[in-house]
């Protein structure tokens, strides 16, 4: 099934599942503001907020999207934290990002699709600032090892729910070489 990313930010979803996918929060230091009796400050980079906790969080966000994510990894927890009772192995990651792909061009021949490992980021932490936040995560989910396969489409195309897609093998993926074996 894929998920328009919103679809994740649901407070009744469990607190392995429950996360804004679209947006990340980065904590800016603020100290010295704080010692200095401030209550709002601006971070080096220009962006001005209110101090809370000694930061000042700044959100970015980016246009929502659909995501299918699975675990790089057998893990036991897994299935438990998010209420499974099967799994699916996937043997060729490269055919099944290539069918996953062509299902997703049947409906959007246009679209931009983005496949790998999610990075996990400290909130205090710069590393991942310019990056968009589709294949971030805060570093508590690390534990989840996640794989993505992203997809962008228009906004008049983002479908409102979770919703199927065909990802049969074709004659050409078939006779090609898995470079992932």
């Known amino acids: 099934m894929v998920t328009p990313s919103t679809f994740y930010s649901q407070a009744s979803l469990s607190k392995a599942m429950h996360d804004l996918e679209s947006e990340r929060q980065f904590h800016h230091p603020a100290f010295d503001a704080v010692r200095a009796g401030r209550t709002r400050a601006k ?4 962006f001005e907020g209110t101090i809370k906790d000694g930061f000042i969080k700044e959100t970015v966000r980016c246009p929502d999207y659909v995501l299918w994510c699975a ?4 893990d036991r927890r ?7 009772d099967a799994a699916l192995i996937i043997r060729k990651p490269g055919v099944f990002a290539s069918r996953f ?3 997703l061009k049947k409906l959007w021949p246009r ?3 983005k496949v790998g490992p999610v990075q996990y980021d400290d909130p205090c932490s710069f590393v991942h600032r310019n990056k968009r936040p589709v294949h971030l995560k805060h570093f508590q989910f690390a534990y989840q090892r996640e794989w993505r ?4 489409p228009t ?3 983002m479908p ?3 919703f199927n897609i065909s990802i049969s093998a074709d004659a050409e993926s078939e006779s090609q070489p898995d470079a992932d074996d």
């Open 43 to 46: 971070t080096k980079s220009g």
């Open 71 to 74: 675990c790089r990894d057998i």
């Open 78 to 84: 897994m299935p438990d934290d998010f209420n499974a």
């Open 101 to 103: 792909e062509s299902g």
């Open 111 to 113: 679209v931009k699709i």
């Open 149 to 152: 396969l992203c997809a962008f």
């Open 155 to 157: 906004a008049s195309q």
């Open 160 to 162: 409102a729910a979770a």
